[in-house]
Nanobody, 127 residues
Framework: QVQLAESGGGLVQAGDSLKLSCSASGRPIKDFGMAWFRQVPGKEREFVSSIRKDGDHPYYVDAVKGRFVITRDNRKNVLYLQMNDLNVEDSAVYYC????????????????????WGRGTQVTVSA
C-alpha cells in the first residue's frame, strides 16, 4: 500500500499559479501510473491529469489543458501538478492517486483505476 500526502494548496487570485506536490511513502511509486483528481462540494470527484510510471505520456482533461503540467520524480517519490493561469472554476480539493495496477498505461482514470488516494489539498481561486 502506498501512502500519499498532498501539499501546496492555498488561496490565490485568478491568473495566479500554484504547484501541488504529492509525497509517497510505504513503497516506491516508480511502478505505478499516477493521477490527479479534484472535487468540488456537492459534486463527484473528477479526473484532471495522469502520467505514466516513467514520466511520459502526460494527459489532461480539456478544462486544464495548456494551463496545468503534471510531472513526477521517482527518485524522490513525488508527483507534482503545476497549475498556471488559475480561474475560479479550478477551486476544489485536489487529490493525488496511484494506479490500481502496476505498470498501468491508461491515460483517462476513473475511480476504479485507483489503488491509493491522498487526503487532498484545498485550492481556492478568488475572482
Amino acid at each position: 500500500q502506498v501512502q500519499l500526502a498532498e501539499s501546496g494548496g492555498g488561496l490565490v487570485q485568478a491568473g495566479d499559479s500554484l504547484k501541488l506536490s504529492c509525497s509517497a511513502s510505504g513503497r516506491p511509486i516508480k511502478d505505478f501510473g499516477m493521477a490527479w483528481f479534484r472535487q468540488v462540494p456537492g459534486k463527484e470527484r473528477e479526473f484532471v491529469s495522469s502520467i505514466r510510471k516513467d514520466g511520459d505520456h502526460p494527459y489532461y482533461v480539456d478544462a486544464v489543458k495548456g494551463r496545468f503540467v503534471i510531472t513526477r520524480d521517482n527518485r524522490k517519490n513525488v508527483l507534482y501538478l503545476q497549475m498556471n493561469d488559475l480561474n475560479v472554476e479550478d477551486s476544489a480539493v485536489y487529490y493525488c492517486a496511484t494506479s490500481r495496477i502496476l505498470w498501468y498505461t491508461g491515460t483517462k482514470y476513473d475511480e476504479h483505476d485507483v489503488g491509493s488516494w491522498g487526503r487532498g489539498t484545498q485550492v481556492t481561486v478568488s475572482a
